[in-house]
Nanobody
Framework: QVQVQESGPGLVKASQTLSLTCTVS??????????WSWIRQPPGKGLEWMGV?????STAYSPSLKNTVTLQMNNLKPEDTAVYYC???????????????????WGRGTQVTVSL
């Protein structure tokens, strides 16, 4: 069974860069048809899809990270405060990859707070 786990700093300052890592176990990020997404949920709001890395590597990532998927966001603002999730899905298509319910496997999420 695929499992994903997010990690990263809990607190960053506005204008700084955030890097979050999603570590995958029980599977490979290159397994056919899987997609790996970052999805966030700001306080009191719904899920917001942020981007995807496909099984075929069609979105760039560093091969040296080896079964990790990194999200990097620049010039953070306080409104970027949210719980950030790494999610994986095998049957996700181009039409559904920005739709959070399409993903089967979710990490617990990591809280990121952006202060002024």
């Amino acid at each position: 069974q695929v499992q994903v786990q997010e990690s990263g700093p809990g607190l960053v300052k506005a204008s700084q860069t955030l890097s979050l890592t999603c570590t995958v176990s029980g599977g490979s990020i290159t397994t056919s048809y899987y997609r790996w997404s970052w999805i966030r949920q700001p306080p009191g709001k719904g899920l917001e899809w942020m981007g995807v890395i496909r099984y075929d590597g069609s979105t760039a990532y560093s091969p040296s990270l080896k079964n990790t998927v990194t999200l990097q966001m620049n010039n953070l603002k306080p409104e970027d405060t949210a719980v950030y999730y790494c999610a994986a899905g095998r049957d996700v298509t181009i039409a559904t990859e920005s739709w959070a319910p399409a993903y089967d496997y979710w990490g617990r999420g990591t809280q990121v707070t952006v202060s002024l």
